[in-house]
């Protein structure tokens, strides 16, 4: 293999005029561009982009870590990144927490890969956690400074949530508000003994949609059993499957069910077939997320719609302002993403179906 040695000996400039036609850096004369073009023409001369990336402290890739991308919600984040990555001419490293076992806590997987991330000497990471507890700001803070005291200073941008008050860049939803839109559809609809499938206790953001539940309810003065009205899934349309037949068993008269995302609510609406349950007549069902299976079952689900690919695309712009002008990176940035309410048949008789299908 030929160096850049020999291409400017052959083109008769030095190393830097070949260094500066190649990487576009700086003017270089038509004249002599047209030599350096055709030295390496002639000398078949290939940039190690090992060597390139090592010398300008860019790898041309970022780091993505995500929940779950066997579900239907993280793949439509993902491709709204991978939308802003290609048009830069990135590349994009995909870690799925839950893809890797051996016999670790979500977390130690979730730490493990960021930091393997960051050895990588990746450009910049967008990750969702999966942490629950606010308090332990010292799990973020660990990213943050590990991000910022590697080789090099990487930054960082969370999906989902706020961590702005940590200083880091955050694009995140409401999902407390959020949820709270939803019960109360349910209860504008006549719902007296509302329901809740929740998403798994350690995740953070099944957390804040467990919460909004309660509290739109207790607001509203509205029938509570947190000991019987409450099941748990991990957001598979199988265990919602099974956590409708429990609160069917503990709350045989319930009217509404607010299910954490629309896979759960896909297997909710199973049981609730198969119990005779007319919907939304006797039972009105709500989800969330506003994937695609939720539009296509009968009948079709309410839910709240997330702006997927939207929220991938703002994530990945940020923290591409980041890397482009790593100057600006003393002040923090918060995108709050709003989300709506979709009313289908579960809740509604004869209403008008919504097709979203951009963000689809």
Not at 47 to 62: C, E, L
Not at 326 to 349: A, C, F, N, Q, Y
Request: net charge neutral.
């Amino acid at each position: 293999m030929s160096s850049i040695k020999e291409v400017a000996a052959r083109a008769g400039v030095s190393i830097s005029t070949v260094s500066n036609v190649l990487n576009k850096k700086k003017y270089v004369s038509p004249e002599l561009e047209a030599r350096v073009e055709k030295a390496v023409k002639e000398l078949n001369y290939e940039v190690n982009p090992i060597a390139a990336s090592m010398k300008s402290k860019k790898t041309g890739t970022i780091g993505v870590i995500t929940e779950d991308m066997c579900g239907v919600f993280y793949p439509y984040i993902v491709k709204g990144i991978s939308q802003v990555t290609e048009q830069k001419g990135y590349k994009m490293i995909i870690c799925d927490v839950n893809g890797r076992q051996q016999g670790k806590s979500v977390l130690e997987r979730e730490k493990e890969l960021f930091y393997e991330l960051v050895a990588s000497r990746v450009d910049g990471i967008i990750f969702t956690s999966t942490l629950t507890a606010a308090s332990k700001n010292q799990y973020f803070l660990d990213f943050k400074n590990k991000a910022e005291h590697s080789q090099k200073r990487i930054p960082i941008v969370s999906l989902e949530r706020d961590l702005t008050m940590l200083g880091i860049d955050s694009v995140y939803f409401e999902g407390k508000h959020n949820a709270k839109k939803a019960v109360n559809h349910l209860l504008d609809c006549g719902c007296k003994k509302i329901c809740h499938i929740a998403g798994p206790k350690e995740l953070h953001v099944a957390r804040e949609r467990l919460e909004g539940y309660v509290e739109c309810l207790k607001e509203h003065n509205q029938y509570f059993d947190q000991d019987k009205m409450i099941a748990y899934g991990d957001y598979s349309h199988q265990s919602g499957y099974v956590a409708m037949k429990q609160l069917l068993e503990q709350v045989p008269d319930l009217d509404g069910v607010f299910c954490g995302n629309d896979q759960m609510a896909i297997g909710a609406l199973k049981v609730l077939k198969e119990y005779g349950k007319k919907i939304p007549e006797e039972v009105k069902l709500m989800g969330y997320d506003d994937v695609f299976v939720s539009n296509i079952v009968d009948p079709a689900i309410s839910t709240i719609h997330i702006p997927k690919k939207t929220a991938g695309r703002k994530a990945a712009e940020l923290l591409f302002e980041r890397i482009e002008h790593p100057e600006d990176m003393t002040s923090v940035m918060g995108i709050k993403l709003e989300s709506r309410l979709v009313v289908r048949k579960s809740t509604k008789e004869g209403v008008e179906e919504d097709w979203q299908l951009s963000d689809w």
